[in-house]
C-alpha cells in the first residue's frame, strides 16, 4: 500500500483518530455525505478566475458535476460565486429538487447541458 492511499483510509484509526466521522452536510442540496460517498472539494471561485487560494466546499460529486455540466468557469466566477447564488439559479433549484429526492450516497454520469454541448462543438 502506498503513502498516500495509508494517509486516506477511512477505517484506520491511526489516520483519523478515535470515534466516527462527523456527517458532512452539503451545502448546495442539504443531505448528509456519508464517509464513501463521492464527493469533491468545489472552490467557490474558480482557480482559473483567481480562486486558487480562496473558499471551498466539500459536495457530493453529482453535486459538483451538475454546477459545472451547467455554467461556465466565467460565469460562476461573475454571478455564482457563494452557495445561496447558486442555489437559486434556475437550473441548479430544478436539479436539487431532483436528486433530494434520492439516496445520500447516489451518483450516476452528468452530461452536459445541450447549450453547452452545442457552444463546445461551435468552438472545434
Not at 466521522?21 to 469533491?40: D, K, N, T, Y
Not at 454571478?79 to 433549484?93: G, K, M, T
Not at 450516497?105 to 452528468?110: K, N
Amino acid at each position: 500500500m502506498g503513502r498516500r492511499a495509508r494517509r486516506w483510509r477511512d477505517d484506520d484509526p491511526s489516520t483519523h483518530g478515535p470515534g466516527t466521522p462527523e456527517a458532512v452536510i452539503c451545502p448546495l442540496c442539504e443531505r448528509p455525505i456519508p464517509p464513501g460517498a463521492r464527493q469533491s472539494r468545489h472552490h467557490l471561485t474558480p482557480k482559473l478566475k483567481g480562486g486558487t487560494h480562496g473558499e471551498t466546499v466539500r459536495l457530493h460529486q453529482i453535486c459538483h458535476s451538475a454546477i459545472h455540466a451547467r455554467h461556465s468557469e466565467a460565469e460562476l466566477a461573475r454571478r455564482l460565486s457563494d452557495v445561496a447564488s447558486l442555489r437559486a439559479e434556475p437550473e441548479i433549484a430544478r436539479f436539487l429538487a431532483w436528486v433530494r429526492t434520492k439516496p445520500d450516497d447516489f451518483h450516476t454520469a452528468t452530461r452536459l447541458t445541450r447549450t453547452r454541448r452545442e457552444a463546445k462543438r461551435s468552438t472545434r
